[in-house]
Nanobody
Framework: QVRVVESGGGLVQPGGSLRLACAAY????????MGWYRQAPGKQRELVTT???????NYADSVKGRFSISRDNAKNTVSLQVNSLNAEDTAVYYC??????????????WGQGTQVTVSS
């Protein structure tokens, strides 16, 4: 199976920054798209950003210019630099991996989430 693990969340003041990290493990043949989603209390999970294997990216309008996604194909990792944080960014951030398993073919996998809290 494929496992996805996030880290790097925490408590930060408004205007501050964090760097989130995600790693995929297991019987992976290849990974096409990696991305980040977030879910605030009482709200729907929403797309934050994605990055393809050839490094094409897209961002939600709410984070453009503030967040930056990157990946390392050799290590099956993806990171998210989050800057100029505000209270609206408070959420659990989830890593999503669109991977091809050596045994099961293509599927999407989710991490357990990492909490980002923006508060003074």
């Amino acid at each position: 199976q494929v496992r996805v693990v996030e880290s790097g969340g925490g408590l930060v003041q408004p205007g501050g920054s964090l760097r989130l990290a995600c790693a995929a493990y297991g019987s992976i043949y290849s990974i096409y798209t990696m991305g980040w989603y977030r879910q605030a209390p009482g709200k729907q999970r929403e797309l934050v950003t994605t990055i393809t294997r050839d490094f094409n990216t897209n961002y939600a309008d709410s984070v453009k210019g503030r967040f930056s996604i990157s990946r390392d194909n050799a290590k099956n990792t993806v990171s998210l630099q989050v800057n100029s944080l505000n209270a609206e960014d408070t959420a659990v951030y989830y890593c999503n991996v669109d991977a091809v398993s050596q045994f099961r073919g293509g599927a999407e996998y989710w991490g357990q989430g990492t909490q980002v809290t923006v508060s003074s």
